[in-house]
């Protein structure tokens, strides 16, 4: 029904900048809340971003003030500018986003299949 695909992961290096997308699509009514979440190699996955359709924004303490979050409401599409990344941000970065698909349905959460961003010299 609903499709998050995640594109922009690549290798770059450190103090280097990045930029991720999310795109939404399938059958969609509204877009609520849209996330990022990574997970590096041998750790849980952790919060990284989130942004509501109204623009409020949260961050995880390790990327405030080096990522940043937003969103095109009109092509259901969440972005994630990395600037100043560390090797520590080496994940797989994965999108989020809690969707309603009519206007009489709850909504609930979707997620992307990831991408990869490396972090090394």
């Known amino acids: 029904q609903v499709q998050l695909v995640e594109s922009g992961g690549a290798l770059v290096q450190p103090g280097g900048s990045l930029r991720l997308s999310c795109a939404a699509s399938?059958?969609?009514?509204?877009?609520?809340?849209m996330g990022w979440y990574r997970q590096a190699p041998g750790k849980q996955r952790e919060f990284v971003a989130r942004i509501t359709s109204g623009g409020t924004t949260n961050y995880a303490d390790s990327v405030k003030g080096r990522f940043t979050i937003s969103r095109d409401n009109a092509k259901n599409t969440a972005y994630l500018q990395m600037n100043n990344v560390k090797p520590e941000d080496t994940a797989v970065y994965s999108c989020t986003a809690d969707v309603s698909t009519t206007p009489i349905t709850y909504a609930r959460d979707y997620w992307g299949k990831g991408t990869l961003v490396t972090v090394s010299s």
């Open positions: 399938g059958t969609i009514f509204r877009v609520n809340t």
